[in-house]
């Protein structure tokens, strides 16, 4: 009797083991999904903005290195066409003048990159906040261990078995309206 009592445990045992793996199976392969973040991006109206806010702060630093530029042109066109005439002690004044302006130029270029950086970042630090909530908020909500980030451009996954997408979840958690697809063969939207 005894026997057959340990006998059907195991068995019991061998019929319950596989299912209950399988069950662990499925719920860790749908602990992982993805979003693209690249089309997320595309279609934020927070992020056009910030970036061409961004962009104009760029074009006046360029408008500014173009004015310098010309400046720089122009005192050099003046040191060759006079630099026979002048004296000694003024060819000297005007070679530093022209190397002082070369540095501010330097100097300038840098400074504007570090600005341009920092503004840009400044811009664009509160709206990859607001994804990152909203996909915290999501992946919580739906039970999801791990978001990857799918954009061609992120080479976060190199490789991804079918996994749940939460673009559309993300997109509605932040209020952004679903984007219009393109009419088939024209590659505009309807």
């Avoid at 950086?117 to 994804?131: A, G, K, M």
């Avoid at 979840?169 to 219009?180: T, W």
Wanted: net charge positive.
């Amino acid at each position: 009797m005894k026997k057959y009592l340990i006998i059907a445990v195991a068995a019991l045992l061998l019929v319950t083991v596989p299912r209950a793996g399988h069950a662990q199976t499925k719920a860790t392969a749908s602990a992982v999904a993805h979003i693209n973040l690249d089309s997320l991006l595309d279609i934020m109206p927070a992020f056009k903005k910030a970036s061409d806010t961004a962009q104009m702060f760029y074009a006046q630093l360029e408008q500014a290195m173009y004015q310098m530029n010309i400046e720089l042109q122009r005192k050099g066109a003046e040191y060759d066409s006079l630099n026979k005439t002048w004296s000694a002690p003024i060819k000297s004044i005007k070679e530093k003048e022209i190397y002082d302006l070369q540095q501010r130029i330097q100097d300038f270029q840098q400074t504007a990159q570090d600005s341009y950086t920092q503004r840009r970042t400044q811009l664009l630090v509160p709206i990859f906040e607001s994804i990152q909530k909203a996909v915290k908020e999501v992946a919580i909500a739906r039970g999801y261990k791990y978001v990857l980030d799918s954009s061609k451009s992120a080479t976060v996954v190199l490789y991804a078995a079918d996994s749940e997408d939460i673009f559309n979840d993300v997109r509605i958690k932040l209020g952004i309206p679903a984007p219009v697809k393109p009419a088939p063969g024209t590659g505009t939207p309807k």
